[in-house]
């Protein structure tokens, strides 16, 4: 199958290809790519399908989902594990219908994507590619206690529970140590001992560290993803591409809580939804959090930090999965689309080790592929208008 359009953005952040085509062989591996006369000249008898005036690009990743997390959902007493798997299943299927082929999720209930997954492999349900950390590790009382974070104090107890938690399938290990004040949760020590517990086991961890001092602390502690560094500075930018640590801002989620707190503080709304009441009490925190990362994305982006796309959506009523509108902010903010794509493709790629298994357009890679109406390497709106999904070369969404 060859699959043709008149550009493609091959996810290193760089490459754009004008009138190009992709082509998927029978197990559904990108086995070439090039310009589309001389893909068709080496395959003749393929089928092809010309998206015209189209852009192909590799499956996004979203690097911070909650699938399961359903905490701010009406009706929260009915939220037995049946209804929140159903709840998970339609998360992910949001997520093809944007063209997320992968996902990293950062906290769900135990065992729940660990068991989509399985399902996925086995057939019973059409889900993305699925990388996940179980329910994530809180100190007690810390961020995400309400939540169905697990709550462990000390480095020994650390341990343990990390330790249980790689037995039990996670992927990745997520610690959370700060909120929405200057107050660093775990000590250092305790950090320290959670990357080098994972470290001395070839995992990587990821850490969600909003605030100072606590995100010099996860950054001297060696995490290999910053989640959000909301108040972060240009020096620990630096120190974290010197580091070779990744950067995943979740600049909509912050900016969307700011637009819509304020709307309620203005226009009054129902504040009977305990998230919903929770995060106008934290107000005050959003407005600073928009507008530092619409300040500094793109100073911090130039130091050459890896940055990775991810939407930490979890609000009732909000856009699903909104990873498009990430990569919108992002070049609204000062990077040009190809590079924003990159923060979606293959920077996530890299950063996974998947580098032989997807996120770019590359011969040998699964056929993991987006195509959206228009030109995505001049307007990166182009991908709100999706035209077809290919997960390992099967095509499970066409608009």
């Known amino acids: ?18 009138q190009g085509a992709v082509c998927v062989d029978s197990e559904g591996k990108i086995k070439s790519v090039g310009p589309s006369d001389q893909i068709e000249r080496q395959n003749p008898g393929e089928e092809v399908r ?10 996004l990743f979203d690097m911070h989902v909650h699938f399961g997390y359903y905490y701010s959902q009406p009706g929260l007493s009915e939220y037995d594990d049946y209804m929140v798997a159903y709840y998970a299943l339609k998360q992910a299927a949001y997520a093809l219908d944007l063209g997320i082929t992968t ?7 135990y065992n729940l994507c660990k068991k989509m997954r399985m399902a996925g492999e086995a057939g019973f349900i059409e889900v993305p590619r699925i990388f996940h950390t179980h329910t994530g590790i809180c100190m007690t009382g810390g961020h995400g206690h309400e939540d169905g974070i697990t709550e462990v104090d000390g480095v020994w107890p650390l341990r343990k529970e ?3 938690q790689l037995r039990d399938g996670a992927d990745w290990i997520k610690i959370l140590t700060s909120n929405r004040e200057d107050f660093p949760e775990f000590t250092q020590e305790e950090l320290n001992a959670a990357v080098d517990e994972c470290h001395r086991r ?11 001092p606590a995100i010099q602390m996860c950054i001297d502690a060696g995490f290999d993803t910053i989640e959000h560094g909301t108040f972060m500075t240009l020096a620990q930018a630096e120190q ?6 990744a950067w995943v801002p979740t600049i909509t989620a912050y900016t969307y809580l700011y637009e819509y707190t304020k709307r309620l503080i203005e226009e009054g ?8 009441a929770r995060a106008v009490k934290d107000q005050a925190f959003f407005e600073p959090a928009a507008n530092a990362y619409r300040d500094h994305f793109k100073s911090f982006y130039d130091t050459g930090v890896t940055v990775l796309a991810g939407s930490d959506m979890v609000l009732y009523g909000a856009p699903p999965l909104p990873i498009h509108q990430e990569l919108a902010y992002m070049v609204e903010y000062g990077i040009t689309p190809v590079q924003a794509v990159a923060t979606a493709t293959g920077n996530p790629s890299r950063v996974m080790g998947l580098e032989k298994v997807t996120g770019f357009l590359h011969p040998g890679l699964q056929a993991d592929l987006l195509v959206v109406q ?3 390497a001049e307007d990166i709106h182009a991908l709100d208008q999706v035209l077809g999904v290919y997960l390992g070369g099967r095509r499970v969404r066409e608009n």
């Open 1 to 18: 199958m060859i699959l043709k359009a008149e550009h493609l953005i091959l996810g290193d952040g760089k490459t754009v290809l004008e």
């Open 103 to 109: 996902v990293r999720d950062l906290a769900s209930p």
């Open 240 to 245: 974290m591409a010197e580091n070779n640590q």
């Open 162 to 164: 990390i330790r249980r």
């Open 202 to 212: 070839g995992v990587k961890t990821a850490v969600h560290a909003g605030t100072q």
């Open 374 to 376: 228009g030109n995505a």
């Open 50 to 59: 010309d998206y015209g005036e189209a852009t192909i690009l590799p499956g």
């Open 269 to 276: 709304g129902d504040l009977s939804n305990p998230i919903s």
